[in-house]
């Protein structure tokens, strides 16, 4: 296998690669162009130090770190632009028990409830055709990647947790009413690495503070929401009481499945408060992520490299 620098930042990548996983440019489109920082300037001969620009947080992150946050507590302490924005939290919400629902075999289409407010995924009977059409998927990536020892002990770790979950009704439906709390968890900190990377913006200046703001607003809302559940007896009667007394609201359900199946008996209030060291856990991942950006690059081209140059590629 032999790898390449890139024109532009000079990280190596695959000489199958079409372009740089470190700066995104595409390599057969490269123009060369001298006015791209000071990355360009390293001799393309000369073997990258990813470490180089793990210095840390610097002023610019900070301040655009510091933007969102502020812009965050303004828009969560002014409850009309809380409202207005609140739809894009509760559809990463719904969105997550949707993924949940069909990884497990369950057709699920998220929505927003406008009877009873936030949001409702209905979804169907389980469907064994759809647990085994996710199962195929697990093997066929465990054939592509064959040749990558790293990728196939990833790849069947995670079959082996799906197959847990998926080998019980209980499980199954617990995770689904984890999983939408876990998405707002999982999408502020993608955010926050994005808006720290500057990654998958098309105007940095303008969307990088935004998506700051976005990971700190799903943060602020969900401390709050935490923090009524363990501290606020009425809000948490009112959570008790579900939808319409009929459906029953996440926490409640995830502590019911526990009490009924496990020897453990979490409240409502524990649980509320696992719920929230796991959201401060995904931006610390985030941050630790960023300050390890080279490292994490080395381990994702690596598992990436198989597909290309691994047995049975073309």
Not at 185 to 211: D, Q, S, T
Request: some cysteine; hydrophobic content about 50%.
């Amino acid at each position: 296998m032999i790898n390449i620098p890139c024109p532009k930042c000079g990280f190596e990548s695959p000489e199958s690669a079409t372009e740089c996983a470190h700066c995104g440019i595409i390599f057969g489109k490269w123009s060369g162009d001298t006015h791209v920082g000071r990355a360009s300037a390293r001799p393309v001969g000369l073997k990258p130090d990813l470490h180089s620009d793990e210095v840390g947080i610097g002023a610019q992150e900070l301040k655009i770190v510091a933007i969102g946050l502020v812009l965050a507590i303004i828009a969560t302490a002014v409850p009309i632009i809380r409202f207005l924005i609140s739809p894009l939290q509760i559809i990463i919400h719904e969105l997550g028990h949707a993924i949940a629902g069909w990884l497990f075999g369950y057709p699920s289409i998220p929505s927003f409830d406008f009877v009873y407010g936030g949001g409702i995924t209905p979804h169907g009977a389980h469907q064994i055709a759809i647990a085994l059409l996710v199962a195929g998927g697990f093997a066929y990536l465990g054939y592509v990647f064959r040749g990558n020892r790293r990728a196939v002990i990833l790849i069947g770790a995670c079959f082996l947790v799906w197959l847990f979950f998926e080998m019980s009704v209980w499980r199954r439906e617990m995770l689904m009413s984890a999983a939408g709390h876990m998405n707002e968890c999982v999408f502020a900190g993608i955010f926050l690495y994005m808006a720290l990377a500057n990654i998958g913006w098309r105007m940095p200046a303008v969307e990088r503070p935004l998506g700051a703001f976005l990971a700190f607003f799903i943060e602020i809302n969900m401390i709050r929401f935490c923090l009524a559940l363990m501290h606020d007896q009425d809000f948490l009667e009112t959570y008790r009481q579900g939808k319409g007394g009929m459906l029953m609201h996440d926490v409640d359900a995830i502590s019911s499945d526990l009490i009924i199946h496990t020897g453990w008996h979490p409240s409502i209030q524990t649980l509320a408060f696992l719920l929230m060291l796991f959201s401060f856990s995904t931006l610390a991942v985030a941050v630790l992520l960023y300050l390890r950006r080279g490292d994490v690059q080395r381990v994702v081209t690596s598992l990436y490299v198989v597909q290309a140059d691994g047995p049975g590629s073309g």
